[in-house]
């Protein structure tokens, strides 16, 4: 076996089956945004910070960051949709989490769409409950 | 103040390496983020357990989109496996109360150390040869193609025991409910070593999984604050960064090589859960 031999680059895709070129491409892209919204909010969130620095409720100092206990800082949706209105630097950073936490659920979702696109029905049940745990899962119903 | 400032950017870099190591071998980059958060700034497992979950779902998010558009990702397979770890994972939240979870570390490192052989030995393996798809995978289409640009050609490959990789990704599931993992090892090794599936395939299709197990959990810590802003955002920047750069290296490496770099981690593992099975950690 000679890896090195052959000059490295992308053979033909053409030979590829055009469904999975598809989904696949669709996937990508889905993930590719969640990816780059949540980095540019969380960008944002920590410039907010290094502009107008601790807000009263938050960690002031690096130690108090770092002594937090579990539990002391739950959030609520309607509190994080508060804080970004308010220009919140943590609450903002929040929003970028959240979109996060969110992309992979997104991409369940797409998928789900696309097998019963492709009317493979075995697969849209999988997807189907994989989508309805995940969902439990992030309402903080299961999980943890 | 400017502790805090320095702390951040630290983190960033620091979460950089982690995306980058995490995104080649199919790990959330948690076997990194973890012990720097809790044996190096003494910071409460449970927050350090949240940094690692958003650590988790950004490498496998940044990471996959180059792998599934590059068709290393065996998205069916992904997808088929998933249901194993999601129902796996459920399991686990509800057996929490009843399950020692000092013996699980023990068990989990055991089953590392155990896997570690028949790693050794496919050291110089780079494509399976001679794999007979069997009756799941043959019905459910498992088997995949991906251009490989180290071997300069298209591969194809068939999945086998489809049985057994799914036993091992409902276990991987229970794992990473019951210890805040998001079990990529094991996720590797199911495909790998249990499904017989090119290395590069397993590393990105775990990858592709991790996204959604860590996700599942992601919501309890989540809204009870575990998930820190300044903490948690740093690590999202620099994994992000760490797997998109991570995402470019695989494609170009051979699976051998990927191989050589996925055991000693292995072998970090199995001692960090050792450590943590003896209370020390």
Same mark, same amino acid.
């Given at each position: @076996?000679?890896?090195?031999?052959?000059?490295?680059? @992308?053979?033909?895709?053409? @030979?590829?089956?055009?469904?999975?070129?598809?989904?696949?491409?669709?996937?990508?892209?889905?993930?590719? $945004?969640?990816?780059?919204?949540?980095?540019?909010?969380?960008?944002?969130?920590?410039?907010?910070? $290094?502009?107008?620095?601790?807000?009263?409720?938050?960690?002031?100092?690096?130690?108090?960051?770092?002594?937090?206990?579990?539990?002391?800082?739950?959030?609520?949706?309607?509190?994080?949709?508060?804080?970004?209105?308010?220009?919140?630097?943590?609450?903002? @950073?929040?929003?970028?989490?959240?979109?996060?936490?969110?992309?992979?659920?997104?991409?369940?979702?797409?998928?789900?769409?696309?097998?019963?696109?492709?009317?493979?029905?075995? $697969?849209?049940?999988?997807?189907?409950?994989?989508?309805?745990?995940?969902?439990?899962?992030?309402?903080?119903?299961?999980?943890? | 103040?400017?502790?805090?400032?320095?702390?951040?950017?630290?983190?960033?870099?620091?979460?950089?390496?982690?995306?980058? +190591?995490?995104?080649?071998?199919?790990?959330?980059?948690?076997?990194?983020?973890?012990?720097? +958060?809790?044996?190096?700034?003494?910071?409460?497992?449970?927050?350090?357990?949240? *940094?690692?979950?958003?650590?988790?779902?950004?490498?496998?998010?940044?990471?996959?989109?180059?792998?599934?558009?590059?068709? +290393?990702?065996?998205?069916?397979?992904?997808?088929?496996?998933?249901?194993? %770890?999601?129902?796996?994972?459920?399991?686990?939240?509800? +057996?929490?109360?009843?399950?020692?979870?000092?013996?699980?570390?023990?068990?989990?490192?055991?089953?590392?150390?155990?896997?570690? &052989?028949? =790693?050794?030995?496919?050291?110089?393996?780079?494509?399976?040869?001679?794999?007979?798809?069997?009756?799941?995978?043959?019905?459910?289409?498992?088997?995949?193609?991906?251009?490989?640009? *180290?071997?300069?050609?298209?591969?194809?490959?068939? #999945?086998?025991?489809?049985?057994?990789?799914?036993? =091992?990704?409902?276990?991987? &599931?229970?794992?990473?409910?019951?210890?805040?993992?998001?079990?990529?090892?094991?996720?590797?090794?199911?495909?790998?070593?249990?499904?017989?599936?090119?290395?590069? #395939?397993? %590393?990105?299709?775990?990858?592709?999984?991790?996204?959604?197990?860590? *996700?599942?959990?992601?919501?309890?810590?989540?809204?009870?604050?575990?998930?820190?802003?300044?903490?948690?955002?740093?690590?999202?920047?620099?994994?992000?960064?760490?797997?998109?750069?991570?995402?470019?290296?695989?494609?170009?490496?051979?699976?051998?090589?990927?191989?050589?770099?996925?055991?000693?981690?292995?072998?970090?593992?199995?001692?960090?859960?050792?450590?943590?099975?003896?209370?020390?950690?």
């Amino acid at each position: @076996m000679h890896d090195r031999s052959v000059q490295p680059g @992308m053979p033909d895709t053409v @030979m590829l089956n055009p469904v999975q070129h598809r989904i696949d491409l669709l996937i990508s892209r889905v993930l590719r $945004f969640g990816v780059l919204v949540a980095a540019a909010i969380g960008a944002i969130g920590l410039l907010l910070f $290094f502009v107008r620095g601790p807000q009263p409720g938050d960690p002031q100092t690096l130690h108090e960051l770092l002594t937090l206990q579990s539990g002391t800082l739950r959030t609520s949706l309607h509190a994080i949709a508060t804080g970004v209105l308010s220009g919140q630097p943590d609450d903002v @950073m929040r929003l970028g989490v959240l979109v996060l936490i969110l992309t992979p659920t997104a991409r369940v979702a797409l998928t789900l769409v696309l097998f019963a696109l492709e009317r493979d029905f075995v $697969f849209v049940v999988i997807a189907l409950v994989v989508l309805v745990i995940l969902l439990l899962g992030l309402a903080g119903l299961v999980g943890g | 103040m400017v502790g805090i400032e320095l702390f951040v950017v630290g983190l960033c870099l620091f979460s950089f390496l982690a995306g980058l +190591l995490g995104s080649l071998i199919g790990l959330g980059g948690g076997i990194l983020i973890v012990p720097l +958060l809790t044996l190096g700034f003494h910071l409460d497992i449970h927050l350090a357990v949240g *940094a690692s979950i958003v650590s988790i779902i950004a490498t496998s998010s940044g990471a996959a989109a180059a792998y599934v558009r590059d068709h +290393l990702t065996n998205v069916r397979a992904g997808i088929f496996l998933e249901l194993a %770890t999601s129902t796996g994972a459920v399991l686990g939240a509800l +057996l929490v109360p009843f399950l020692p979870g000092r013996a699980l570390y023990f068990l989990f490192a055991a089953f590392l150390l155990a896997s570690l &052989g028949p =790693m050794a030995r496919r050291l110089g393996e780079e494509v399976p040869s001679g794999v007979q798809p069997d009756w799941l995978a043959r019905h459910l289409r498992l088997g995949g193609t991906y251009p490989d640009r *180290a071997l300069g050609r298209l591969v194809t490959y068939e #999945v086998t025991r489809v049985p057994v990789g799914f036993a =091992m990704m409902f276990v991987a &599931g229970l794992a990473s409910a019951l210890l805040g993992l998001g079990a990529g090892a094991l996720k590797v090794l199911a495909m790998d070593w249990g499904m017989r599936m090119p290395m590069k #395939v397993s %590393t990105a299709t775990s990858n592709f999984m991790i996204g959604v197990t860590a *996700a599942a959990s992601a919501g309890i810590y989540f809204w009870r604050g575990d998930v820190v802003p300044l903490i948690a955002t740093p690590v999202m920047l620099g994994v992000l960064a760490g797997s998109l750069v991570g995402a470019q290296l695989l494609l170009r490496l051979t699976n051998r090589r990927v191989r050589q770099l996925f055991i000693p981690i292995l072998l970090v593992i199995a001692v960090q859960m050792l450590l943590r099975g003896l209370g020390v950690w």
